[in-house]
């Protein structure tokens, strides 16, 4: 029983030995630990201060670099608008002489029309007058024929008697 126990009692000693060794690590490193907070942490130091505005600086320009760009792209896209809305106002402009053009050939081809209607409608009221007239004159020629044979008969008729 005596060795177990002097064996046990010397396992016990070792790790409460190992234990203080252990403890005081610790504390050495909770002892800088400390000291390095404290540094930070007082007024009078500013690399605190410093590393938080470093930090914000860096997020600012992380920040206004995106936006920069997303601004540099919208720039880009108004500027394509822009001159697509320049060719398309040429184009209305150039389209708006055609039509002005187009619109003079029609008013020159309706005076035209409307010259030729009237040589028509003059030709129509010759043809109609033209037209009475064979018929008045083949009436006459008819009559005069018809005198003409009766004459004729009449003068046959006499002769003959």
């Given at each position: 029983?005596?060795?177990?126990?002097?064996?046990?009692?010397?396992?016990?000693?070792?790790?409460?030995e190992e234990m203080e060794t252990t403890k005081d690590v610790i504390t050495k490193q909770l002892a800088e630990m400390n000291t390095k907070l404290s540094n930070v942490m007082t007024k009078d130091d500013g690399s605190l201060r410093t590393i938080?505005?470093?930090?914000?600086?860096?997020?600012?320009?992380?920040?206004?670099?995106?936006?920069?760009?997303?601004?540099?792209?919208l720039?880009?896209?108004?500027?394509e608008r822009h001159q697509d809305n320049e060719n398309l106002n040429k184009t209305v402009n150039s389209l708006n002489k055609t039509v002005t053009n187009l619109n003079g050939t029609i008013?020159?081809?309706?005076?035209q029309v409307t010259g030729k209607q009237k040589e028509i409608d003059d030709q129509k009221a010759e043809n109609k007058r033209l037209t009475e007239?064979?018929?008045?004159?083949?009436?006459?020629?008819?009559?005069?024929?018809?005198?003409?044979?009766?004459?004729?008969?009449?003068?046959?008729?006499?002769?003959?008697?």
């Open positions: 029983k005596t060795e177990k126990t002097e064996k046990v009692n010397n396992s016990i000693q070792e790790e409460a938080i505005k470093e930090v914000f600086q860096q997020m600012k320009d992380a920040f206004l670099a995106s936006v920069n760009k997303r601004i540099e792209i720039e880009g896209r108004l500027f008013d020159g081809l309706k005076t007239q064979v018929a008045t004159l083949t009436l006459n020629t008819e009559a005069k024929m018809n005198e003409l044979e009766q004459y004729s008969r009449k003068t046959i008729l006499e002769s003959v008697v």
